[in-house]
């Protein structure tokens, strides 16, 4: 049976294109919402917060 990767048997490369990708999807969505005067749902001390960008 094959065992599944982990994060850390990724190469590192793949890590930081990954993380990179995810940054940049991050700051799309803060533009978007600041286009269209939205709020940004996160969660923050386990709880939602609502929040302008």
């Known amino acids: ?3 599944d ?6 190469p590192s490369e ?3 294109k990954i993380i990179a990708s ?5 700051e799309k969505l803060v533009e978007y ?3 269209i005067n939205s ?10 917060v609502h929040v302008k960008p």
Do not use: C, H, S, W
């Not at 990767?5 to 990724?10: L, M, V």
């Not at 995810?22 to 991050?26: E, I």
């Open 22 to 26: 995810m940054d940049l999807v991050y």
């Open 5 to 10: 990767k982990t994060p850390k048997e990724y």
């Open 39 to 48: 709020e940004l749902v996160i969660m923050q001390d386990g709880k939602i």
């Open 33 to 35: 919402k600041r286009k």
């Open 14 to 16: 793949t890590n930081d």
């Open 1 to 3: 049976m094959k065992k």
